[in-house]
């Protein structure tokens, strides 16, 4: 067996192997030794086949499964023994189907192009900064986001009239058709006369409708009359509506059942506490938005500080040959640059984990799956979930091997830009919360 190297001018390496008889020969004996203990040919006993019939019947198979094992053994060796770290796979540089196995068994050649990892060169200390975006709670911003909350608790309350934003409760008939609790909301219907016929309407009120008009949205008009959307050429618009309920969505009022609510029975008591609690709460709000802000605007100029160069041809081939088709070239190089930035992110990321030596604090998964499983209770209105029920939670989130490799990666890379936070100088620049959010948009 013979093992050769040689550089590729598109940052990647060829590695040809060329093997003999005696370098497969072995491991095709073995193959047809285990077939004829289980094959089972009409006119000879089960294991008593005799070679020559064995070797008619499976020896090309057993020829090409040899040379596969010897060649992907001989090319793993040399990577390992070479302390080779590549990326993605090795990839035949000529396609196994070109070799003729029909030919006399003899030498054969297999050509690979493998890509290894590239350098990384990345300085971090004090002489480099990072822009640091710091949000001051303003009074403007403290009250929308009380008005926020109290849209969040809200509830429905009837109404004796009907106003421009009220939810109304009806029954729409016509003489061989009748719509029961149709939900006509007169905020959704468009200004003017369409809406103004429901204006001051009280519960027991009748009059005809034209339901075309009055609601243009098909699929709107589909839910008003629990029919299907192409069901609607069947209907004539004229019907009688008749309204049963009348009711609006009333933001709730700054008093202890919200303080209840949002912070927790008993917790506040005084609408001055229920203010400061909801500065701290936007503090650490704005906190977690900030750096958010920082990861993203760090990984930003750590891949360009990096500047890593990569094969970018090869890791296409990769992409397609380990999708196995499920993606075109053409697919794949419209989407190639996002795949590229993503991969830098990742070799500059295991470089600095590998640098600074760094270990994922004890329970910082569990910690962070338990943020995660509180954020999601406080969007059902849940704010003050026991302990054990978020640890349960969490510990499911962990289970699940997709939600979990989520939160791992999440945590490694919050751990990466903590190093990066303590090595560099940071530029701290104070902003609104609206121009923080629109930037991280963008």
């Known amino acids: 067996m013979k093992i050769t190297e040689k550089q590729r001018e598109s940052l990647t390496k060829e590695i040809t192997i ?44 057993a020829l090409l499964d040899a040379v596969n094992s010897v060649v992907g053994e001989a090319l793993n060796n040399h990577i390992v023994e070479n302390s080779i770290n590549i990326i993605g796979e090795p990839l035949p540089i000529e396609p196994e189907s070109a070799i003729d196995w029909d030919s006399e068994e003899g030498e054969f050649s297999f ?16 002489k480099r900064t990072l822009p640091y ?7 403007k911003g403290k009250e929308e986001y009380i008005k926020n909350i109290r849209k969040q608790m809200g509830s429905m309350k009837e109404e004796e009239k009907a106003g421009a934003d009220s939810l109304l409760i009806a029954d729409l008939t016509q003489p061989d058709r009748v719509v029961e609790g149709a939900y006509i909301s007169l905020s959704s219907i468009e200004e003017g006369e369409l809406r103004d016929q429901f204006i001051g309407k009280k519960v ?43 009711k609006k969505f009333v933001d709730a009022a700054v008093d202890q059942s919200l303080f209840d609510k949002v912070f927790g029975e008993g917790e506040i008591s005084s609408k001055e506490e229920f203010e400061l609690r909801v500065e701290e709460r936007m503090a650490n709000e704005y906190k977690e938005e900030s750096e958010y802000k920082f990861l993203v605007d760090s ?12 094969p970018e041809e090869f890791l296409k081939r990769w992409l397609y040959e380990a999708n196995e088709g499920k993606f075109s070239i053409e697919e794949i190089e419209k989407e190639f640059h996002l795949f590229a930035k993503d991969f830098r992110w990742q070799l500059i990321t295991q470089h600095l984990i590998k640098e600074g030596k760094l270990e994922l ?31 349960q939670y969490a510990q499911s989130l962990l289970s699940d091997q997709k939600e979990g490799r989520k939160i791992y990666e999440k945590v490694e890379e919050q751990m990466v830009i903590d190093y990066v936070k303590g090595k560099v100088t940071l530029q701290e620049k104070e902003i609104t919360i609206e121009k923080l959010r629109d930037s991280v948009k963008q």
Not at 133 to 139: L, M, P
Not at 299 to 310: G, K, P, Q, S, T
Not at 370 to 389: I, R, T, W
């Open 18 to 61: 060329e093997i003999e008889k005696e370098d497969y020969l072995p491991k095709k004996r073995e193959i047809l030794k285990e077939q004829a203990k289980k094959s089972e040919i009409k006119g000879f006993r089960k294991g008593k086949v005799p070679p020559s019939i064995i070797e008619k019947f499976y020896g090309k198979s």
């Open 204 to 246: 027991g009120d009748s009059w005809e409708i034209d339901v075309e008009r009055t609601f243009t949205n098909e699929s709107d008009r589909a839910a008003l009359l629990k029919v299907k959307t192409e069901e609607l050429g069947e209907i004539t618009p004229l019907f009688t509506i008749v309204i049963k309920e009348i």
């Open 111 to 126: 050509s690979f192009e493998i890509a290894p990892a590239p350098q990384i060169e990345l300085q971090l200390d004090e």
């Open 299 to 310: 990984r930003e100029e750590l891949i360009e500080w990096a500047d890593v160069a990569i």
């Open 361 to 391: 604090p004890k329970d910082a998964l569990l910690e962070y799956a338990k943020k995660m499983a509180s954020y999601q209770f406080a969007m059902y209105g849940l704010n003050s979930v026991p302990q054990e029920h978020l640890t």
């Open 133 to 139: 975006h710091k949000v001051k709670i303003t009074k």
